[in-house]
């Protein structure tokens, strides 16, 4: 018994493994979906399995069932039931919700984010706005992530990260992020935009913060280096 | 003095019938439309089902080389498309028009050549999205569309053309087939047969009409927008004019969301009668289920937002519109409940049809967790628009509707077919369907939250997908065998099932009152009833019904007769007179094709001549509708006589024309809601140049428009009295004529509406005035036309009240868009908010 659950455990984290797995995150952000989502997973397969247990039940034994009255079925099932579930659960889901704004802070990074068919932009205006082809992110910081295209409507994500959050033409929308280890993400256009959507797939690394300004490039003689970087 | 039942039989058989080889096609009887209906969606869902194959084809390993993006962009897009508007809707609509008027007690629908005119709509608009699928133009941007994929930059091809031409042609029957179902249901049922007492389905199909009504125009206002900024470059979604693709996935969603409501509640409906006649008692908690399916829909209209939680709405509305979509689990759980205390306090057995319910218990129930789980905001950030959300779509639309078609179908072929099935593969089919379906979609949920983003043609072994996926194809597969041997099944049961004499399964409404196959006329007299219509002594109904013993037990003037009531009451006011079969609704549907294809090739002069022939046409048509004579009340049996429908003041038409105008409505508050939205939100806002007011010209076409409704009620006096009505109808005609030539020429003052949104607004919202207007003459030409033939006289007006409600409504939707004209230039200035 034991080993088969230790073998059904192993199964399902390898099953939850992956470069885009929401279900092994390494932010705040997506920790806390994924949180919501084991949770509500529990919830739904309890719920499941009582309503086809009542099902069985009322094929098989009606003549218990009918014990319960028929305004008591809809009372309890169409009214309490929702009435147990929903509020706790859209709590939950709205303080959480709350929790992955892009709340003003001191201490939080900017980076800009273009999307286009089919690539991306990233600059960094706290440098001076360098431009790269793959994302840059400090360790342990928070960081907004500002998303535009220059086309159609795309969509950004690192899915170990945390949600998603769609680029559209006229708009400028602000995702939080926060990696709490260093390493290589993945990300992708979550929004269909075309034949190149598939490809539109992006690195993140992930620095201590004392090796960002290497990793972008920027030198102790950062500064004659800035002039040849198109703003 | 009731006839013989077989001489009753044989004159009614002669008049109601269809003739045969090119008579066919003249074809207006519902039962013969309904089915032509279904068993065309059946097919377009073939073809939705083959596309769905080479999707699981091509995904089934990764890097699979069977297929590159260009086409699986056109493949899933077809799929998502063929599926939700060339199977779902239509089915339904198949079924409701089958099923309603013998659950109702009446002879047909209300407007049977709409009814034909509707399916040859269908017909042809599906048809052109097939045909450009074959050949390799089919729309590519996704079943929603989006904007600016789908704009002109960024699809220059005819592929997004086909899509919003084609799909709103098949909207517009959609539309029509919902007034129809309206009018019908609360009109023309049995004597005695209050709302009250309506089998629950009628419920759910008025609810359904209902929602259809509003609900698809804003969608076929969207796809009209963006045709005319495709075709004319008039800026409404293009952010750098003014614009903002936003304002499509609002007005699409605000469409799409009712839409998944629009496909459940029919299924539920027939889930409604199924259940109770296998549980063998009425269905418990009756009212509960309606005041659960109306609030459904209401509730339905308010959470569209939940398809765009990652567009960066403000956190607040999103709180709010989350609640709302958890809400939807309370009239949800309900009906469920309702469903489950029927079978409690019942006596259940099983029966294919049952094996089915259980299909939709345990699928859908799962489709609705994980859809309350999308509404909650951060896990929807995670799980939209990947895998995930392919998984929960179709546990919802496969469980709320493929399987309750399904148990219909076993439950309702007997009575088409006149004969029961012989089980032995009904189960087995079953088993393969329910069985492949899990194992398509069950995990992958779990696809999905590894991160595969949904409409990818391929990925790659380090993605770590591939198992997943090919345990999915394999489970299509198996689902799809499932479903050929349904077809088998049915083929099977038409040829050698047994054959029965009348209810088989012992059910408690009316359509199996009636002989199987049934006859065109389907009840040989109509019957009184005095209960809720779901627990009717079927039997002995119909034998006595056969017998002549209900109302209209005879055959008059050659007439197609059916009784209609007053709405509330359920007591009978007139004798509707309905049309025979022609050819006219599929003549009219082929200059309807013309004008969908001219304006598809952009070549428009013809789209002109096309227009000009449907215009002909349905003046045509109105030239052989309503009697010319006046008959008084005509006995209908059991001693009670009641005038005709162009005697009453409510006739079907009457009805009609108010639900066209409920449709008419949204779409323009569709209109001036994009008016405000894009001034609101759209960046590159203010424009650089408005319409100067011009004060006099308004007041020219306001005059105009005000002018012919209160002439039109001048002409009602005149008519009421004998007078001659033809020097109003021309004094109306000179106002409308006015307003016309005042709107055009405020048009073409609109500063470049190709520049900014601003003036592309301001200009649809002219158009739309001269659009009624010009309605409005035509209404004033038919008046004229069917007053010299003797359609129109004192007694019978009705055509007058219909054009005085045009021309009203022309006039107050006129004078609110020439207000908006007028202030939105102030208002631009104020705006300025946008960065
Ligand atoms: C017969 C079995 C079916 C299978 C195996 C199947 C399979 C699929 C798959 C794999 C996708 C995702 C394609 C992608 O994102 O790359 C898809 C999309 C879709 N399916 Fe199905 N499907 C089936 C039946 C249905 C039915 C019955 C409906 C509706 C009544 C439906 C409606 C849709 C819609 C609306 C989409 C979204 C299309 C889009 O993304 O534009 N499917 N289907
Ligand atoms: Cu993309
Ligand atoms: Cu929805």
Not at chain 1, 162 to 173: E, M, Q, R, S
């Amino acid at each position: 018994m034991g080993r088969w659950l230790a073998v059904g455990a192993v199964v399902l984290v390898a099953g939850c493994d992956g470069p885009f797995s929401t279900l092994e995150p390494r932010g705040p952000a997506a920790s806390s979906i994924a949180n919501l989502w084991w949770g509500m997973l529990a919830g739904a397969l309890i719920l499941m399995a009582l309503v086809l247990a009542l099902f069985a039940f009322v094929m098989l034994a009606p003549k218990q069932a009918s014990r319960i009255a028929p305004r008591h079925w809809i009372i309890w099932g169409g009214l309490g039931l929702p009435a147990l579930v929903l509020p706790p659960l859209v709590g939950w889901s709205l303080v959480a919700g709350e929790r992955l704004l892009p709340h003003p802070g001191a201490d939080v990074a900017v980076v800009e984010v273009e999307s286009f068919q089919f690539g991306w932009t990233f600059r960094y205006p706290e440098y001076g706005g360098i431009e790269r082809d793959i994302l840059h992110l400090p360790v342990g910081q928070p960081v907004d992530i500002h998303i535009t295209t220059r086309d159609v409507i795309h969509a950004f994500w690192i899915p170990q990260l945390g949600g998603k959050l769609d680029a559209i033409p006229g708009h400028v929308n602000v995702l939080r992020l926060q990696a709490d280890e260093t390493g290589v993400y993945a990300g992708q256009c979550a929004e269909f935009c075309g034949t190149g959507h598939l490809p539109m797939r992006f690195e993140t690394h992930v620095h201590a913060p004392e090796d960002l300004p290497a990793a972008l490039g920027i030198t102790a003689a950062a500064d004659d280096q800035e002039e040849d970087q198109q703003p | 003095m009731t006839p013989s039942p077989l001489r009753l039989h044989k004159d009614l058989s002669r008049i109601w019938a269809t003739g045969p080889g090119f008579q066919r096609l003249a074809a207006v009887n519902h039962t013969i439309l309904g089915l032509r209906f279904m068993v065309t969606s059946a097919v377009f869902f073939a073809i939705g089902g083959v596309l769905s194959m080479m999707i699981r084809a091509q995904l089934a390993t990764p890097h699979s080389a069977f297929i590159g993006p260009e086409i699986y962009n056109q493949i899933f897009t077809m799929h998502g498309t063929i599926m939700m508007f060339l199977f779902a809707i239509p089915m339904l609509e198949g079924l409701a028009i089958y099923l309603l008027p013998k659950m109702l007690g009446a002879r047909d629908l209300a407007f049977p050549r709409m009814t034909a005119y509707g399916y040859w709509c269908y017909l042809f608009g599906g048809s052109i999205l097939v045909i450009a699928l074959i050949l390799g133009v089919a729309p590519d941007s996704g079943w929603f569309m989006y904007t600016p994929l789908s704009s002109k930059p960024y699809s220059p091809g005819i592929n997004a053309d086909v899509w919003l031409l084609g799909v709103t042609f098949v909207e517009i029957s959609a539309l029509t087939m919902a007034v129809e179902l309206t009018v019908s249901i609360l009109k023309l049922r049995a004597p005695g047969m209050t709302l009250a007492r309506m089998p629950i389905f009628a419920w759910y199909i008025l609810v359904t009409a209902v929602m259809m009504v509003v609900g698809f125009p804003p969608l076929i206002l969207a796809s009209i927008l963006l045709e005319v900024e495709r075709a004319f470059d008039l800026p409404f979604f293009d952010a750098t004019r003014g614009g903002d693709p936003l304002l499509w996935q609002h007005l699409f969603w605000l469409f799409g969301h009712p839409e998944v409501y629009i496909i459940f509640l029919p299924a539920a409906g027939a889930l409604s009668i199924i259940i109770p006649t296998f549980a063998q008692r009425p269905l418990v908690g009756y009212r509960a289920v309606i005041v659960a399916l109306v609030a459904m829909a209401f509730l339905s209209f308010g959470i569209w937002v939940h398809h765009m939680f990652t567009v960066g709405i403000p956190h607040m509305a999103l709180a709010f519109f989350s609640a709302g979509s958890a809400l939807v689990a309370v009239p949800t759980g309900v009906q469920i409940f309702a469903w489950l205390a029927t079978l409690a306090h019942g006596r259940p057995r099983w029966d294919v049809p049952m094996l089915y319910v259980f299909g939709f218990f345990f699928v859908f129930v799962a489709g609705g967790l994980t859809g309350v789980m999308l509404a909650m905001v951060s896990f929807n950030w995670q799980a939209h628009d990947t895998h995930f959300v392919v998984a929960h779509l179709h546990y919802v639309l496969v469980g709320g509707f493929v399987f309750p078609m399904l148990a219909a179908l076993y439950y309702w072929l007997p009575n088409v077919t006149g004969r029961q099935s012989v089980h032995r593969i009904s189960v087995t089919a079953f088993w393969l369907i329910f069985i492949g379906f899990n194992l398509t979609f069950w995990h992958m949920h779990l696809t999905g939250l590894l991160g595969m983003p949904r409409r990818i043609y391929t990925y790659t072994e380090a993605d770590g997908w591939t198992w997943l996926n090919l345990v999915s194809s394999m489970g299509g597969f198996i689902l799809t065998m499932g479903f050929a041997l349904v077809a088998m099944d049915i083929l099977l049961q038409m040829r050698l099932g047994r054959r029965f004499r009348r209810d088989p399964w012992r059910a408690g409404t009316l359509e199996w009152a009636i002989a199987t196959p049934p006859p065109p006329y389907a009840f040989a007299s109509i019957p009184e009833v005095t209960e809720r219509a779901d627990r009717l002594p079927v039997r002995e109904m119909g034998r006595s019904l056969a017998a002549g013993e209900g109302y209209l037990a005879h055959a008059r003037n050659g007439w197609q007769e059916t009784l209609g009531l007053h709405t509330t009451t359920g007591r009978p006011d007139q004798v509707v007179v309905l049309s025979r079969s022609t050819h006219l609704p599929l003549y009219t549907a082929i200059a309807t094709c013309v004008v969908v294809l001219s304006l598809l090739f952009k070549v428009y002069w013809l789209a002109l001549v096309g227009l000009a022939a449907v215009i002909t046409l349905m003046l045509w048509t109105a030239q052989i509708s309503g009697l010319r004579k006046d008959y008084g009340p005509l006995p209908i049996g059991h001693g009670i006589a009641v005038p005709p429908h162009t005697e009453v003041e409510g006739p079907p038409p009457w009805w009609a024309l108010v639900m066209t105008l409920v449709a008419d409505g949204t779409l323009f508050l569709s209109l001036i809601y994009g008016m405000f939205y894009l001034w609101l939100v759209a960046a590159n806002w203010p424009p650089a140049a408005v319409m100067e007011p011009n004060l006099i010209l308004t007041a020219v076409i306001a005059a105009g428009l005000v002018l012919p409704p209160l002439v039109a009620r001048g002409a009602l006096r005149a008519n009421a009295k004998g007078r001659g009505i033809l020097l109003w109808v021309g004094l109306a005609a000179l106002g409308l004529a006015v307003a016309i030539a005042g709107l055009v020429f405020a048009i073409m003052q609109v500063p470049a509406p190709t520049r900014h949104a601003y003036s592309a607004t301001t200009a649809a919202v002219l158009a739309y005035a001269v659009f009624h207007a010009g309605v409005g003459v035509l209404f004033l030409i038919s008046n004229t036309l069917r007053w010299r033939a003797g359609f129109i006289a004192p007694r019978r007006g009705l055509d007058l009240r219909l054009t005085r409600l045009w021309l009203d409504y022309t006039a107050v939707t006129g004078v609110i868009g020439l207000g908006l004209v007028l202030v939105m230039p102030y208002l631009t200035e104020i705006s300025g908010v946008q960065p």
